[in-house]
Every structure is written in structure tokens, then in C-alpha cells.
């Protein structure tokens, strides 16, 4: 099992610093929105807008969609893989409670959606810059995943899963020259009109940074409409 002896005592263990004042702290800063995501969309956007290089910003396009399917790959073994129960909704563990949450449609949490999303977007950044790339992947593990196991919401195996699963999507869709080709093409089409990529870009990446939830909504809209 997932959950096995390593994984809830490590939890334990990182829980246990809630104690201190320190960890208040900082996860007021990693539930911020804005402050967790800078770095990442500010890199992302840096290298979007760098070089007007086609072949860049299709390799990019081509990331992006691996980490739209991998946040949505992620939310859904949320929903169907038996693996253990989110800690903080696990009265038997007695965790040391920051915040509570609100929400939980998912009992499940492997793997970590927010992690999988930021170590993904990380993955895209250190594909076209490796310095930068490792650093967003350091920031997206100090300040995003950790955190979330230190005030219960995750076990480390959760944020493992997310570590596989984001960077794992994105390599594997860097692969497929087809992809590329097929972003490239579109993007040529569009040579002309480049605002209009760029605003469509704005908005995919706004909702990015909030765990693609206009999509996940909209999806959900959608199966229901489609079983009623």
C-alpha cells in the first residue's frame, strides 16, 4: 500500500513541526495563489515572449496540454484509486490541523493535483532553460508540495505520485514530433494574429493557476449533461 509505515510517519513527522510558528507562515504564503505561482508563470511567460520562435512556443503549446491532461488524470485517480484516505479527514491520525479546508469532494488524495499541475508547469521551464527549470522545480517542491503534507492534506506519496506524474506527461508529450508539428502548423496560421494566441494563452494560464477549475467544472458539467 501506498500509505505504508515510511509514509505515515514521515507525515507524522512533518506534521508535527505545526507546532512551531514557522510553518503558519509559510503556509500562508503556499496557500497563496499569487505568490506560489509567480516564479512559475513569471518563467513561463519570460520564455513565451523571449524569441519570437515558432518551434519554441509549439514545444511549449504541446507541454501546456500534457499538463492539462495530467491535472486531469490526477483528479480523477483522486476520485477512483483505493489507495488511502486524505490525512486531514483521517480522525484516527490526529494531525495538527493549520487549516482545515473546505470542499472535500475527494476523500482519496494521491496523487497531489496541485503538485502534479506546478511540477509539470516546472518541467516545461526546465525543458527550454535548465537553470531556471531547476530552480521553479525546487520552489514548486519547498514551497507547494511539502507544505501540503506538513499541514495534512497530502502524504509524501502523494507529492511522489505528482512528481512522476506531472514531469512524466510532459517528457512523454516532448516526444511526439506529430504534436509538435500539428502546434507549429496551427501557430504559422495564426502568424498574422498572434494576439489572438497570446489572449487564449492568458486565459489557459489563468485558470492554470488555479488547477485548470473552469475546465474540471466544465467537465463535470459535461458527464452529467451527457448521463441525464
Sequence with gaps: MLDG??????LLTLNSLVGLDGPHY????????????????FAWFVLWFSRDCIRRRSRMLVAL????LATVLSVWLQ?????????ILDPALHLNIIDPGSNWDRTGSFPSDTATVFFALATVILLENRVVGLICLLWVAAVIAIPRVVVGWHYPSDVVGSLLLGPGFVLLFDKVPYLRMLFERSLRLFEGRMYLVHALLFVLMAD?????????HAGKSLVRMLGS
Design 208 to 216: 492554470a493557476s488555479h488547477l485548470f477549475d473552469g475546465l474540471q
Design 26 to 41: 509559510v503556509w500562508g504564503l503556499a496557500s497563496n495563489a499569487l505568490f506560489r505561482g509567480f516564479p512559475i508563470f
Design 79 to 87: 476520485f477512483h484509486l483505493a489507495t488511502h484516505t486524505r490525512p
Design 5 to 10: 509505515n515510511w509514509d505515515r510517519e514521515l
Design 65 to 68: 496540454l500534457a499538463v492539462c
